[in-house]
């Protein structure tokens, strides 16, 4: 399994970002896939889920405001992220369990004014 994480950058208050996650070494469309976030002092929180389904799940906070999805034929993971706050300030991972198993490098989203 591998999974390289990219797209993060500086953005305003009320700006978007779209994440992109690249999925090797197995099928995407098979497995639950996550994006977890990881802020400066804080532990890894779990931000949405995407199932074999496509169905999704997100925490309240970003439920609205974030958008999971994947695009099988690829093989990656998106993660579109609109109205963005400071408090979304982190490293972004994409990972294959909710506590952020086998995730790459991540993806570092700053949003400042």
């Known amino acids: 399994v591998q999974l390289v994480e990219s797209g993060g950058g500086l953005v305003q208050p009320g700006g978007s970002l779209t994440l992109s996650c690249a999925a090797s070494?197995?099928?995407?469309?098979?497995?639950?896939m996550y994006w977890v976030r990881q802020a400066p002092g804080q532990e890894l929180e779990w931000l949405s889920s995407?199932?074999?389904?496509?169905?999704?799940a997100y925490l309240p906070s970003v439920e609205g405001r974030f958008t999971t999805s994947r695009d099988d034929a690829k093989s990656i993971l998106y993660l579109q992220m609109n109205d963005l706050k400071t408090e979304d300030t982190a490293v972004y991972y994409c990972?294959?369990?909710?506590?952020?198993?086998?995730r790459g490098q991540g993806t570092q989203v700053t949003v400042s004014s």
């Open positions: 995407i199932y074999p389904s496509t169905n999704t």
């Open positions: 070494g197995f099928t995407l469309s098979s497995r639950v």
């Open positions: 990972a294959t369990s909710s506590r952020g198993r086998d």
